[in-house]
């Protein structure tokens, strides 16, 4: 029998694929330099060497485009986690190090599109599917987290799945405030770390079993 073909590897390495991947890449720069509302699709078609009608087969829209690099984003983080839930770490430090990424992660999104609260707002309802589906995927992994910690004798709780979804809501809510409240000229907001730094040792402090290690969060 003949060697059977990886038909997703085989799509990977397309032309159609290799040409998307480089708007992309184009698009991401253009977008980190000058900001989602200035970039134009003629400037994208002429960085990546196209007509703006053969960029357009690609992505009819600049929100198309900008979906599709959200979306690598998104992937990367979570092959961040996936990464961070498979190390020895102690439970615990596994959310710890979770949220830290998490912060940096939405760092690098906010910046690329240099988006401001008002202009997010408008362009995330466009993104709903996306973001919902992401929340999913981030729920699921704090729920290993937290189920880990169970098994293994560091957190007690009785249902991980619901303190999971608990923990991710806080967090958002924490940096949908700095968003609405916040400097609008600072990327990094040291109050929201203090803030998410805050909550993670309180909320591991009211799960973990060890009465005496308890206050060694706070």
Not at 42 to 54: P, R, T
Not at 55 to 78: C, G, H, S
Not at 100 to 111: A, D, F, T
Request: net charge positive; aromatic share 12%; glycine share 6%.
């Amino acid at each position: 029998m003949g060697q059977k073909v990886n038909r997703r590897e085989l799509s990977a390495k397309t032309p159609s694929r290799i040409k998307a991947s480089s708007i992309l890449a184009v698009a991401k720069d253009r977008f980190a330099r000058f900001g989602f509302a200035k970039v134009t699709m003629d400037e994208i078609a002429q960085d990546v060497g196209l007509v703006k009608g053969a960029l357009y087969y690609y992505f009819p829209t600049k929100e198309q485009i900008f979906e599709a690099v959200i979306r690598e984003e998104q992937d990367q983080f979570i092959d961040e986690i996936e990464i961070l839930v498979g190390r020895a770490y102690a439970a615990g430090e596994k959310l710890r190090r979770y949220v830290e990424k998490r912060r940096l992660y939405l760092q690098r999104l906010v910046s690329l599109g240099q988006l401001d609260y008002e202009a997010w707002r408008k362009l995330k309802p466009n993104f709903q599917d996306l973001f919902q589906s992401f929340e999913r995927r981030e729920c699921l992994f704090l729920q290993r987290i937290l189920e880990e910690g169970r098994r293994s004798g560091e957190f007690t709780l009785a249902d991980p799945r619901r303190h999971a979804r608990l923990f991710l809501r806080t967090i958002k809510g924490l940096r949908l405030l700095d968003m609405l409240y916040g400097n609008p000229v600072e990327r990094v907001s040291s109050t929201l770390d203090q803030e998410l730094r805050l909550f993670t040792s309180v909320f591991l402090s009211a799960i973990h079993k060890d009465k005496k290690r308890r206050n060694n969060f706070l």
